[in-house]
């Protein structure tokens, strides 16, 4: 196992955040690395740091210390150019308030990437066209967000997310904002994306349907990595877990 | 290898106009308050230019007219005073100023509402991988065709009304003397003006807005 590639490695990580008056530590020194073309879950209750420690791996935000590398690079060390490119290729960012931009349509929205890609604008409208077939939305390109529903939005956002092939889909409770079996639909295509085409997805929820299809689980508690398991330590958990949401 | 992002002129271009076109209510607001601060600009400067050229005619049909809206018409002083200024009297140049001002608080402020209510888009741009200038770009862009569309409209609109306004005091013989290309040029002025009015109203916050991080854009409650 060891000899997989670690494609995200973060490295004593802490956040604080300076509120005038006292300063709050969500992160307090969290040690992770990911295999490539893996399935991770980062789990823990509302308030745990999932979102913050998203945001530091996928160069949205700056750790007070400690460091993150994607690919083996240090990216506190890159500049504005360089991160730009590494947000435009290497990471797809799914929200869990979707985040499409509104003035624009399904197809519009999932070629923006591509264009800051630099790729033709024919080569990306047929590309959207494709990966729109493949999240499922085959002839919904015109549809302005306000005119999808939830479920949909976020498939656009799978798709804009899958845009430049990255070797990393960063997920922040992308279900969160959906019903349950939208959710799963979700989920699955996730999975299903992940197999296909070996990205590694690093998805933060506190959705225990994503158990099902996770390879590793990072359980989160206050600002530490509380445990890591394994898929096969998973089974007999999932099993309890399952019986007691249902 | 370079690791470039890209953003082609024209597709910034479409973005830009794409945003106006489907904020359509929502840019007609925003340049509303361009539209008037240009339009008076125009009115009282064409109106000003018009006056003016009507004292220097010396015909002696406008002189009722012109004595009892107050201005001198003895042609030795006339003469003596500089043609720019008849009319514009200090109270009357202060209170263009002051509307003036009040148009331009407008403009900045609402270009500055319609940055800040798109924080959430530049972040989610920013996260596409736009650079900073790329965010900025195409705010300049928006702000140019409103500056350009409110300031053609309003500089249009002013100089029909201050037309109109001395055909209606003068008659009709006043258009003999109508200083048209003198009027030409302040309304290019004006548009001018307008387009400078509404870029220095977008250029602050949307520079403010390219340089934040990703999440602090995107935490912003709307
Ligand atoms: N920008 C911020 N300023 C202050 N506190 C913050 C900020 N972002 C997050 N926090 C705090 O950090 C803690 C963890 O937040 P978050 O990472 O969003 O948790 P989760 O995603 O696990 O629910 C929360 O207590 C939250 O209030
Ligand atoms: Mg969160």
Redesign the pocket.
């Given at each position: 196992m060891s000899e997989a590639k670690k494609i995200v490695r973060v490295t004593g990580v802490t956040k604080d955040f300076d509120l005038g008056k006292i300063v709050v530590h969500v992160l307090k020194g969290i040690d992770l690395e990911i295999e490539e073309g893996k399935y991770i879950s980062i789990m823990g209750p509302s308030g745990s740091g999932?979102?913050t420690l998203f945001n530091m791996i996928g160069g949205l935000d700056k750790p007070t210390s400690g460091k993150v590398f994607i690919d083996e690079v240090d990216i506190a060390q890159l500049d504005a150019y360089e991160l730009a490119w590494l947000r435009c290729r290497k990471i797809g960012y799914i929200f869990q308030t979707f985040n499409l931009i509104p003035v624009m349509t399904a197809l519009e929205n999932i070629t923006i990437p591509m264009t800051f890609a630099g790729v033709s604008n024919d080569a990306a409208l047929q590309r959207g066209m494709e990966l729109l077939d493949q999240v499922g939305l085959t002839g919904r390109q015109s549809h302005r967000p306000s005119e999808l529903s939830g479920g949909q939005q976020q498939r656009v956002a799978v798709a804009r997310a899958l845009a430049n092939s990255p070797a990393i889909i960063l997920a922040?409770?992308p279900t969160g904002n959906l019903d349950l079996s939208t959710g799963e639909d979700i989920i699955r295509l996730l999975k299903e994306l992940s197999l296909q085409r070996n990205v590694t997805v690093i998805s933060?929820t506190h959705d225990y349907k994503m158990l099902n299809v996770s390879d590793q689980v990072v359980w989160i508690r206050d600002g530490r990595v509380d445990k890591i398991q394994q898929r096969d330590e998973l089974d007999i958990k999932t099993g309890g877990l399952e019986s007691a949401a249902h | 290898m370079r690791r470039l992002v890209a953003l082609p002129f024209a597709k910034s271009f479409q973005m830009a106009y794409q945003s106006i076109r489907v904020r359509f209510f929502r840019s007609l607001v925003t340049t509303m308050s361009l539209v008037l601060a240009v339009a008076f600009l125009t009115f009282t400067q064409a109106g000003n230019k018009i006056t003016t050229s009507l004292v220097l005619s010396q015909d002696p049909a406008f002189l009722p007219v012109l004595s009892k809206i107050g201005y001198d018409v003895n042609p030795a002083t006339a003469d003596s005073t500089s043609t720019d200024n008849i009319g514009s009297s200090a109270k009357q140049r202060w209170i263009v100023f002051l509307s003036l001002l009040v148009c331009v608080v407008g403009i900045i402020n609402a270009q500055l509402m319609s940055v800040t209510e798109r924080f959430r888009e530049i972040g989610t741009l920013k996260c596409l991988g736009a650079l900073d200038r790329f965010i900025v770009r195409i705010f300049v862009m928006e702000a140019t065709m409103q500056g350009l569309a409110g300031g053609i409209v309003g500089a249009l609109l002013g100089a029909l009304v201050a037309c109109s306004e001395s055909l209606f005091s003068f008659g009709l013989s006043s258009l003999a003397y109508m200083p048209w290309r003198a009027i030409g040029t302040i309304v290019l002025y004006a548009i001018g003006t307008g387009t400078g009015l509404s870029l220095l109203g977008v250029l602050y916050p949307a520079i403010v807005a390219s340089r934040m991080l990703p999440v602090d854009a995107m935490r912003v409650e709307q």
């Open positions: 999932k979102s922040d409770e933060a | -």
